[in-house]
């Protein structure tokens, strides 16, 4: 459907968020390898910013912040974020995933040190002792503020993905994982999301993850479907095949 | 203890910081600073006002509760909150299902906007250089480009959609799109002054999410 060449003339309706979801994978998919565009999207995506400051002035109800301290008094209590992760860490967290058959992995995930998830954090490519990979994803505008890791076995045949701060969805709808390899999208897994919209599950595909150039999530009916549908949420570069 | 004096003088990132601690003096001064903008943006792509209002109670609880997450790296505070707050109003209005009205929404009728918080004269003046240029720009490009700017920024609506509801073919709505943004490039960037740091911060987000 589309060709190899640039996508300038998609990233300004891109940076608008009015391109249709094949269109915008395939922005998605070309950015990834292609500096060229990406410095042509990076210039709409100011010009697209710069649009909220063309509103007309309003103000809300006085007691508007009463309502939001109140909201707040009444919210289900937080923890601290320096508390959350001494509250369950990320190999507990993995656990129910994987199950026993996966332990080996997971054993090796908890094998990496404090080091491990400050590397993640900053979105670097992590292969521990062994060759177990995590790969970080990126959020995309629509779910600002979620994460996302691939964790792919050193020869490719197991993978499992963790994503925390995807909001769970109404009964109709699942997140659905692509799998992409020449343009060509796979649905690796279908899953919902937590109340606390932490979720994580296997990775079943055909063959090899290795075989894999990039991953991508999206928001589709439930039970999955056999192409994207939906609003892409994260997603990511993976290996060079 | 922290006093709302205190609070005053955090800039952004340190209010985010303390309130992903859970400290809600900072979300409190966060609020004063940012809840007009945020309103506005909201009432412009909802159109009524107590569904602005609720958007707005939402994403100040969403800082509440995802605080933590925030980047300083990748946005402003002031991009974060615009993202969470454009997003989630377009998401409202999906949600309603409604038809495209393409005369709901016009940049006729918009004046210069709500003054954005400042925290010293130089921000101020800088925001408001800001607001006027956009809104210069704006008024040079030709009223179909408008309308179809309008309606894919404060509508969320797709080409094709717009497409359909202005009875136009798909290839003209795009090329109003390309034109008006190549056009806004073009005027924001000759009018931009050297070392622009919000345009600065916002291609560094844009780069991060990207890689």
Same mark, same amino acid.
């Given at each position: 459907? $589309?060709?190899?060449?640039?996508?300038?003339?998609?990233?300004?309706?891109?940076?608008?968020?009015?391109? !249709?979801?094949?269109?915008?994978?395939?922005?998605?998919?070309?950015?990834?390898?292609?500096?060229?565009?990406?410095?042509?999207?990076?210039?709409?995506?100011?010009?697209?910013?710069?649009? &909220?400051?063309?509103?007309?002035?309003?103000?809300?109800?006085? !007691?508007?912040?009463?309502?939001?301290?109140?909201?707040?008094?009444?919210?289900?209590?937080?923890?601290?974020?320096?508390?959350?992760?001494?509250?369950?860490?990320?190999?507990?967290?993995?656990?129910?995933?994987?199950?026993?058959?996966?332990? /080996?992995?997971?054993?090796?995930?908890?094998?990496?040190?404090?080091?491990?998830?400050?590397?993640?954090?900053?979105?670097?490519?992590?292969?521990?002792? /062994?060759?177990?990979?995590?790969?970080?994803? &990126?959020?995309?505008?629509?779910? +600002?503020?979620?994460? /996302? $890791?691939?964790?792919?076995?050193?020869?490719?045949?197991?993978?499992?993905?963790?994503?925390?701060?995807?909001?769970?969805?109404?009964?109709?709808?699942?997140?659905?994982?692509?799998?992409?390899?020449?343009?060509?999208?796979?649905?690796?897994?279908?899953?919902?999301?937590?109340?606390? +919209?932490?979720?994580?599950?296997?990775?079943?595909?055909?063959?090899?993850?290795?075989?894999?150039?990039?991953?991508?999530?999206?928001?589709?009916?439930?039970?999955?479907?056999?192409?994207?549908?939906?609003?892409?949420?994260?997603?990511?570069?993976? $290996?060079?095949? | 203890?922290?006093?709302?004096?205190?609070?005053?003088?955090?800039? #952004?990132?340190? =209010?985010?910081?303390?309130?992903?601690?859970?400290?809600? @003096?900072?979300?409190?001064?966060?609020?004063?600073?940012?809840?007009?903008?945020?309103?506005?943006?909201?009432?412009?792509?909802?159109?009524?006002? *107590?569904?602005?209002?609720?958007?707005?109670?939402?994403?100040?609880?969403?800082?509440?509760?995802?605080?933590?997450?925030?980047?300083?790296?990748?946005?402003?505070?002031?991009?974060? =909150?615009?993202?969470?707050?454009?997003?989630?109003?377009?998401?409202?209005?999906?949600?309603?299902?409604?038809? =495209? #009205?393409?005369?709901?929404?016009?940049?006729?009728?918009?004046?210069? @906007? *709500?003054?954005?918080?400042?925290?010293?004269?130089?921000?101020?003046?800088?925001?408001?250089?800001?607001?006027?240029?956009?809104?210069?720009?704006?008024?040079?490009?030709?009223?179909?480009? %408008?309308?179809?700017?309008?309606?894919?920024?404060?509508?969320?609506?797709?080409?094709?959609?717009? *497409?359909?509801?202005?009875?136009?073919?798909?290839?003209?709505? %795009?090329?109003?799109?390309?034109?008006?943004?190549? %056009?806004?490039?073009?005027?924001?960037?000759?009018?931009?002054?050297?070392?622009? %740091?919000?345009?600065?911060?916002?291609?560094?987000?844009?780069?991060?999410?990207?890689?």
């Amino acid at each position: 459907m $589309f060709d190899e060449t640039h996508v300038s003339d998609l990233l300004p309706a891109y940076a608008l968020g009015s391109l !249709d979801a094949d269109e915008a994978s395939h922005v998605e998919e070309h950015l990834l390898s292609c500096w060229i565009c990406r410095n042509e999207s990076n210039a709409f995506q100011t010009v697209a910013e710069q649009l &909220s400051l063309a509103t007309p002035a309003a103000s809300p109800s006085p !007691d508007l912040k009463d309502r939001l301290l109140q909201r707040v008094q009444t919210a289900r209590p937080q923890q601290p974020v320096l508390a959350q992760a001494a509250r369950r860490s990320w190999p507990e967290r993995l656990l129910p995933v994987w199950g026993l058959a996966s332990l /080996g992995l997971i054993i090796a995930l908890a094998a990496f040190n404090l080091s491990l998830w400050q590397r993640l954090n900053q979105l670097e490519f992590v292969t521990a002792p /062994g060759g177990m990979r995590a790969i970080p994803l &990126s959020a995309t505008d629509d779910v +600002s503020g979620a994460t /996302g $890791f691939v964790l792919v076995a050193a020869d490719g045949r197991n993978g499992a993905l963790v994503v925390d701060g995807l909001p769970p969805l109404d009964a109709d709808r699942q997140y659905q994982l692509w799998l992409i390899r020449d343009g060509q999208r796979t649905s690796g897994a279908v899953f919902s999301t937590d109340e606390e +919209s932490y979720g994580g599950m296997r990775i079943k595909v055909a063959g090899s993850l290795l075989e894999y150039s990039a991953v991508g999530i999206t928001i589709e009916p439930a039970g999955g479907s056999p192409q994207p549908t939906g609003v892409k949420v994260l997603g990511g570069p993976l $290996f060079n095949p | 203890m922290t006093s709302s004096a205190d609070y005053a003088r955090y800039d #952004d990132e340190r =209010l985010i910081s303390l309130i992903a601690q859970l400290q809600a @003096g900072a979300l409190d001064q966060l609020y004063d600073r940012y809840h007009r903008p945020i309103f506005s943006l909201a009432l412009m792509i909802v159109g009524d006002r *107590a569904t602005a209002e609720e958007i707005t109670l939402d994403v100040f609880m969403r800082v509440w509760q995802k605080a933590g997450s925030y980047r300083a790296d990748q946005a402003r505070v002031s991009t974060w =909150l615009t993202h969470i707050a454009r997003h989630h109003a377009i998401d409202v209005l999906r949600r309603r299902a409604v038809r =495209l #009205d393409q005369s709901a929404l016009s940049w006729d009728e918009i004046t210069p @906007g *709500a003054p954005l918080p400042a925290q010293n004269p130089g921000e101020l003046a800088e925001q408001s250089l800001r607001r006027e240029r956009i809104h210069a720009a704006i008024a040079r490009l030709p009223a179909d480009q %408008k309308q179809a700017l309008m309606l894919a920024y404060f509508g969320g609506y797709t080409q094709t959609q717009i *497409a359909e509801a202005l009875k136009q073919p798909l290839g003209t709505i %795009k090329t109003r799109l390309r034109l008006a943004m190549q %056009k806004l490039r073009d005027f924001l960037h000759d009018e931009q002054e050297p070392g622009d %740091k919000s345009a600065q911060a916002v291609n560094t987000y844009n780069m991060s999410e990207e890689d």
